[in-house]
């Protein structure tokens, strides 16, 4: 059956001439009105297609290939798409039943460069549809961790813009409507088969080892069946007719693609019992009403885009450009799972990692760049991003990575000064929270103090978490250290405390200059060793047997609060 074309108003862009006119004109025999261009990479040339193009003409590979252009046009990648007279417009639209994980971040984040690498925008959706599973509270937090990740969407539920509302539960009239207009043309029809019917289908189906599908029973019944069950109210569903020859696309990722679906499946319900639709219908209908120009999204879908093609056929609209990012999977190659508890966005925050760091790992791991290198910006994501170079192999990740991934923006950030404010900051918060009432000297929340134990120890911390560990609490309280303790090392406390409030006294305190007069400590004592005397000084004024050398634990603590741990010792 040959669906009879809907055709909405069209545009330029939208425009669709005869394929025979078409065909001829690439061959140099007949010249066509100048139209807004639509450029196709192929791996043999560039193919040029006006108006509507993409998927509507069905080239196969052959035909592609031999094409000849008569107008020339920037080309991006052998699989790339542009259309002249639009901007790029990509969407992320997860679904609220869970909070967002590495997975989900690292889809939006290729969009968000997609966007940002053509000028174009960042559209964040929310597919609520299945409210069975809906997770309260989801949704906000989603577009949280998005903006967190600092890859904040220009149009979303949150900041509204031109095609709001961007929530699909609040947009049920529209599919509702697309649906009914899907009905009239022949393309979708009313199901009223039971959910008991389509269990025992499914059974019999594996049963005899076959995939369970519809079989499309209902898709025969005379209008007066179908008038006749629905003024009895039996509940039904609507569903879409699949159909035989669908045409090949290409995929920006996967190059040319064509998943004849009528033959392994049954026709798609697109509304559901109550009323709402499923995901194959509304992100169809939605991206188009959004105007969506690019659809990047997992490979998982790849299969079922010659089913949504057949619906912009039905439609008699243009489809988007798709591209499938490959997946990111575990570095034993095993699937990331929810149920893993630490892929979610929220637990790396919380664990102190920078999000820069999680954007740089999870591209790192993966391609689409000019270059894979360690300790990116997201500028530079964006302006070493190709789409030429995404591969169709899974990206492996290896979070034991992460913590190094993380030191280097760390270092980053704590030399930049605006940026190393922040960190102050948030340090403050972390020491109080930490050391509460222990915090018996409130000096070491200046900004002074804390400015200077980041700067000491960039580089060798792997967050901000790290500086609040027990390693580093002598930074933010004093240590009580029994003298006797301090005798087993060295019969001379007294002479080496007294010797180091000297240096620190009379010394421009740079930890340079503090390692070469510490090493000459020695000579002045009654025979302790070097190596005790510089445990008899970690050991006062830390507490601890290991740590950072005694020139930075000096520099780090100040004249003051050296001078303060010192006397004590002095004094017991």
């Known amino acids: 059956m040959v669906l009879p074309a809907i055709r909405q108003p069209l545009t330029w862009r939208q425009a669709v001439f005869n394929f025979n006119a078409w065909k001829s004109r690439a061959h140099g025999t007949t010249v066509v009105p100048s139209l807004p261009k639509i450029v196709y990479g192929s791996k043999s040339g560039t193919v040029i297609k006006q108006g509507l193009g993409r998927q509507a003409f069905g080239l196969c590979r052959n035909e592609a290939a031999a094409v000849t252009p008569v107008h020339t046009a920037s080309v991006f990648s052998r699989r790339y798409y542009c259309a002249e007279s639009g901007g790029v417009r990509v969407r992320f639209a997860p679904s609220p039943t869970g909070f967002l994980h590495l997975g989900g971040l690292r889809t939006a984040l290729y969009n968000y460069i997609f966007a940002k690498k053509h000028g174009g925008s960042f559209i964040l959706r929310l597919e609520d549809t299945d409210q069975s599973r809906l997770v309260p509270g989801a949704a906000e937090r989603i577009e949280d961790m998005l903006e967190w990740a600092g890859i904040p969407p220009d149009e979303s539920p949150r900041k509204g813009g031109l095609f709001s509302a961007y929530q699909q539960s609040q947009r049920l009239g529209l599919y509702q409507e697309a649906a009914q207009t899907l009905v009239a043309n022949g393309a979708a029809y009313h199901c009223f088969c039971s959910p008991q019917r389509l269990e025992l289908l499914k059974k019999e189906a594996l049963r005899n080892r076959q995939t369970p599908r519809y079989d499309n029973r209902c898709r025969h019944l005379s209008p007066g069946q179908v008038e006749e069950k629905l003024g009895q109210k039996q509940p039904h569903v609507l569903r879409f007719r699949l159909e035989e020859g669908v045409e090949p696309f290409q995929d920006m990722v996967y190059g040319w693609n064509r998943h004849e679906v009528a033959t392994v499946e049954g026709d798609p319900v697109i509304i559901k019992a109550d009323g709402f639709p499923t995901y194959h219908l509304a992100n169809v209908v939605d991206d188009h009403h959004m105007q969506i120009s690019h659809v990047l999204r997992g490979t998982e879908w790849l299969i079922s885009t010659s089913k949504h093609l057949l619906m912009y056929r039905a439609f008699g609209w243009?489809?988007?450009?798709?591209?499938?990012?490959?997946?990111?999977?575990?570095?034993?190659?095993?699937?990331?799972?929810?149920?893993?508890?630490?892929?979610?966005?929220?637990?790396?925050?919380?664990?102190?990692?920078?999000?820069?760091?999680?954007?740089?790992?999870?591209?790192?791991?993966?391609?689409?760049?000019?270059?894979?290198?360690?300790?990116?910006?997201?500028?530079?994501?964006?302006?070493?991003?190709?789409?030429?170079?995404?591969?169709?192999?899974?990206?492996?990740?290896?979070?034991?990575?992460?913590?190094?991934?993380?030191?280097?923006?760390?270092?980053?950030?704590?030399?930049?000064?605006?940026?190393?404010?922040?960190?102050?900051?948030?340090?403050?918060?972390?020491?109080?929270?930490?050391?509460?009432?222990?915090?018996?000297?409130?000096?070491?929340?200046?900004?002074?103090?804390?400015?200077?134990?980041?700067?000491?120890?960039?580089?060798?911390?792997?967050?901000?978490?790290?500086?609040?560990?027990?390693?580093?609490?002598?930074?933010?309280?004093?240590?009580?250290?029994?003298?006797?303790?301090?005798?087993?090392?060295?019969?001379?406390?007294?002479?080496?405390?007294?010797?180091?409030?000297?240096?620190?006294?009379?010394?421009?305190?740079?930890?340079?200059?503090?390692?070469?007069?510490?090493?000459?400590?020695?000579?002045?004592?009654?025979g302790t060793k070097y190596g005790a005397v510089m445990k008899v000084i970690r050991l006062a004024l830390s507490g601890q047997q290991q740590g950072p050398s005694v020139a930075e634990m000096i520099v780090s603590l100040g004249p003051r609060e050296v001078s303060e741990r010192l006397q004590r010792v002095l004094s017991t």
């Open 318 to 526: 243009e489809a988007p450009t798709f591209a499938h990012l490959p997946l990111l999977l575990n570095r034993d190659g095993s699937k990331l799972s929810k149920r893993q508890g630490d892929i979610f966005i929220e637990h790396f925050a919380l664990a102190g990692y920078l999000p820069e760091a999680l954007l740089d790992i999870i591209t790192n791991c993966g391609s689409g760049f000019t270059e894979n290198r360690i300790g990116r910006t997201l500028d530079e994501l964006i302006a070493e991003f190709d789409m030429t170079k995404i591969t169709t192999h899974s990206a492996l990740l290896d979070l034991e990575k992460l913590p190094e991934f993380n030191r280097i923006h760390l270092l980053r950030r704590i030399s930049d000064a605006d940026q190393r404010q922040a960190l102050v900051k948030d340090l403050q918060v972390l020491i109080e929270r930490e050391y509460k009432e222990q915090l018996t000297e409130k000096d070491v929340l200046r900004t002074e103090y804390i400015e200077r134990a980041l700067q000491l120890r960039k580089g060798h911390i792997t967050c901000l978490q790290d500086l609040v560990s027990p390693a580093y609490s002598y930074l933010w309280v004093r240590p009580s250290v029994p003298r006797d303790q301090l005798l087993k090392v060295s019969p001379e406390v007294d002479t080496i405390s007294k010797l180091v409030l000297e240096l620190v006294e009379n010394s421009v305190l740079t930890t340079e200059k503090l390692s070469a007069e510490l090493k000459g400590l020695q000579k002045k004592t009654k």
